[in-house]
C-alpha cells in the first residue's frame, strides 16, 4: 500500500490551490483550520528547501519503484492515508490512488484489483466479497463509463449497492448534501468552541445516513 495520492499530496502542497478545492465544503472545519493547518506548517519549511524539479524527480521515482514492484509480482492495495493526508479525502481519494496506479504502469484492470480482489485476499473475504459473483455480498458501485478505456472514469458513479442496498445517483447527492450541511456546522461550532469541536468530526455523524437502506433492489 503505498499511498501515492498522500505522497504526491505532501510533495507539492505548495503547488496545490486548496482554497479553490471543490471538495472543500466536504471539509470538517477542524480538520482544515486546525489539523490540516498544523500539518502544513510543520512540512511547508522542509519541503520548501528542496526545488520543485527535485521533488517532481522524487515523486516520479516513487511511481517507477512502485512500477518495477508490480511487474516483479509484489501485490499492491489501494489505501490514502486519508485523514493525516491534507486534503486527502476519504472515498474521493480512493480514485486518485487508482489513478495513479495506472500512471505507474498498471493496467486499469490491474488497478482497480488494488480496490477489489485484492483486499477481499488479503483479509481471507474472497468467498464473499471481491468479484461480481452469485452468492456474494453485493458492494458495488455503477458507472455511465468504462473505467478499464479511462481509469478516471470510476469516478463517473450512477448507483452504489452497500450489503444489498441501492442508493442511486439522487441518493448518493442527498447525502453529500448532508454532509455539505454537517461541515457547515461543523465549522460554526469550531469558531464558538474549538475544544468540543475537536472531539467531533461530518464523517462520524453522517455514517448513520450512509448505512440507511435508500431502496431494496
Do not use: C
Not at 6 to 24: A, I
Not at 27 to 42: G, S
Amino acid at each position: 500500500m503505498p499511498t501515492l495520492a498522500w505522497q504526491r499530496g505532501g510533495t507539492f502542497l505548495d503547488q496545490r490551490d486548496l482554497k479553490h478545492d471543490p471538495l472543500d465544503k466536504y471539509v470538517p472545519a477542524y480538520w482544515r483550520d486546525v489539523t490540516w493547518k498544523r500539518f502544513t506548517d510543520e512540512m511547508m519549511p522542509g519541503l520548501l528547501h528542496d526545488p520543485l524539479e527535485l521533488r517532481k524527480k522524487y515523486f516520479a521515482a516513487n511511481l517507477q519503484l512502485v512500477g518495477a514492484m508490480h511487474r516483479a509480482g509484489v501485490p499492491f492495495l489501494a489505501g490514502t492515508d486519508a485523514a493525516p493526508g491534507v486534503y486527502i479525502m476519504p472515498g474521493f481519494s480512493l480514485h486518485d490512488e487508482l489513478a495513479n496506479f495506472v500512471e505507474a504502469g498498471f493496467t486499469p484492470m490491474e488497478s482497480l484489483r488494488t480496490a477489489t480482489s485484492g483486499p477481499a485476499k488479503f483479509l481471507g473475504l474472497e468467498n464473499s466479497y471481491g468479484s461480481v459473483e452469485a452468492g456474494k455480498i453485493a458492494d458495488l458501485v455503477l458507472l455511465s463509463a468504462n473505467p478499464l478505456n479511462d481509469i478516471h472514469n470510476t469516478k463517473k458513479i450512477t448507483a452504489v449497492i452497500v450489503n444489498g442496498r441501492l442508493f442511486d445517483r439522487p441518493a448518493l447527492d442527498r447525502i453529500l448534501k448532508q454532509v455539505e450541511s454537517a461541515a457547515k456546522r461543523n465549522g460554526a461550532r469550531v469558531r464558538a468552541n474549538p475544544k468540543t469541536a475537536a472531539t467531533s468530526t461530518v464523517f462520524s455523524r453522517t455514517n448513520r445516513t450512509a448505512n440507511t437502506p435508500e431502496r431494496q433492489p
